[in-house]
Nanobody
Framework: QVQLVESGGGLVQAGGSLRLSCAAS????????VGWFRQAPGKERDFVGG????????YYADSVKGRFTISRDNAKNTVYLQMNGLKPEDTAVYYC??????????????????WGPGTQVTVSL
């Protein structure tokens, strides 16, 4: 079992930055791809980006490409989502999720075995 907890969310003005963390406990996150998803009220949970278990490859949704960066520190069992140039449409609950040793970074939520409870990100005008 892997327990995930997100942190770093909050209220920020448009154009600002936040860094979310996804800390794992229970088992090492080293063998898991990690994805970030977000869900706005009344909408589906959407893929934001992901990183392979090795950290060698990252993938992003078109809506965040060039603004968001995912990294990981396997020694700290933590994955990060650096969000720059935030826009009001980025407002959502952000979730991290872990997928054990998949060969690709999955974009659909059902591929992930473990989820954090989420952290709220609100971007004001």
């Amino acid at each position: 079992q892997v327990q995930l907890v997100e942190s770093g969310g909050g209220l920020v003005q448009a154009g600002g930055s936040l860094r979310l963390s996804c800390a794992a406990s229970g088992r090492t996150l080293r063998n898991h791809n990690v994805g970030w998803f977000r869900q706005a009220p009344g909408k589906e949970r959407d893929f934001v980006g992901g990183i392979t278990w090795s950290g060698r490859s990252t993938y992003y949704a078109d809506s965040v490409k060039g603004r968001f960066t995912i990294s990981r520190d396997n020694a700290k069992n933590t994955v990060y989502l650096q969000m720059n140039g935030l826009k009001p449409e980025d407002t959502a609950v952000y979730y991290c999720a872990a997928d054990f040793l998949n060969t690709i970074v999955a974009v659909t939520p059902t591929e992930y075995e473990y989820w954090g409870p989420g952290t709220q990100v609100t971007v004001s005008l």
